[in-house]
């Protein structure tokens, strides 16, 4: 059973509940729930989470202990418990079957459409080193797409930026067609090239090793690199802002959250998996003087 608005908080103690509230009906943030994900978002209120950043388990590609998914579900779900103009980053890749690629990404691309999102934009994660394997007839897989699902326009937008080369330098019209001067505007002609831009859309990261200092994460067989969690939730919310992963897996989110200093969290269907996150998040959340042990977590 869901419920709905923030009359339902108390946010001093952080706990969620309803006026009355009945057992199984209360939700606390800063804490990993040991459960099917699907079962956390029904006792979420609606309209509750600034942004989730996840990547989901896909196409059986490792075990994870036996657990799957139904990503409709899912994807109905997240979009009622969205804030509006709040985000999702969906992390996923496909995998080959007999020479054909699953196109699963894109499957959940239009679940997510379906259930009411927006397809923001199209990321890409590159890994710097992937994982050397041959790869037949085709290129060595490199990326997994980091989908961006908005709910409406996005109501925070923290870009990364980067130097640019020209800074200082005036705007040229670079290429002159036919049709005109390419696709330079003629009022930014002659304008000064700021010294900062956006960065593009497609992200580079180390994997393995150094892309966690926490030796326990690697327990775990699937986990983000560190930096690519901050640079999405840094961009998407602001300080206290509520971020959830539907599949914490070993507490890469959870983390990177905490010493971001927003709100968080999450739902992980493996006990082991949970104990991996405790441990690996318990030095982090004593520093940030947030109680680290409760029933689930
Ligand atoms: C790709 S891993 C996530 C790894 C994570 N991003 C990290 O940095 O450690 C996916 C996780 O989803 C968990 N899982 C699978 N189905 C689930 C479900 N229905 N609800 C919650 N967790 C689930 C798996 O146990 C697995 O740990």
């Not at 509230?21 to 040991?34: A, D, E, F, S």
């Not at 099917?36 to 979420?44: A, D």
């Not at 409709?72 to 890749?93: D, P, Q, R, Y």
């Not at 037949?136 to 640019?164: D, H, I, V």
Request: charged share 30%; net charge positive.
């Amino acid at each position: 059973m869901s419920f709905r608005g923030s009359r339902f908080l108390t946010t001093k103690s952080h706990e969620i509940t309803r006026k009355k509230p009945k057992k199984n009906q209360v939700l606390q943030l800063n804490k990993i729930y040991k459960e099917n994900c699907i079962e956390t978002l029904h006792r979420m209120p609606d309209e509750f989470v600034d942004m989730t950043i996840t990547s989901p388990p896909y196409d059986d590609l490792r075990e994870y202990n036996g657990y799957h998914f139904p990503v409709e579900e899912i994807a109905a779900s997240l979009f009622h418990k969205t804030k509006t103009g709040g985000v999702v980053i969906w992390v996923v890749a496909d995998r080959t079957v007999n020479g054909d690629e699953t196109l699963t990404s894109f499957e959940h691309a239009f679940a997510f459409r379906k259930a009411g999102f927006k397809v923001h934009d199209t990321m890409l994660y590159v890994k710097n080193n992937p994982i050397p394997s041959d790869c037949g007839r085709r290129y060595r897989q490199a990326f997994e797409y980091m989908f961006c699902f908005a709910k409406g326009s996005p109501k925070t937008f923290n870009p990364l930026t980067e130097p640019t080369k020209s800074a200082g330098q005036k705007i040229k019209a670079f290429r002159i067609t036919e049709a005109g001067r390419g696709n330079v505007p003629d009022e930014d002609i002659g304008r000064q090239i700021k010294t900062e831009r956006k960065v593009s859309n497609i992200f580079s990261y180390n994997v393995g090793t150094s892309s966690s200092g926490d030796k326990i994460a690697f327990k775990h067989p699937a986990i983000f690199p560190e930096k690519l969690v901050e640079d999405q939730i840094s961009t998407w919310t602001d300080p206290d802002d509520i971020v959830y992963d539907c599949f914490m897996g070993s507490g890469t989110t959870a983390k990177v959250a905490h010493l971001l200093k927003r709100q968080w969290l999450g739902s992980e269907i493996s006990a082991e998996y949970v104990e991996i996150s405790r441990k690996r998040l318990e030095p982090y959340l004593d520093k940030l003087n947030i109680p680290p042990r409760n029933d689930n977590f």
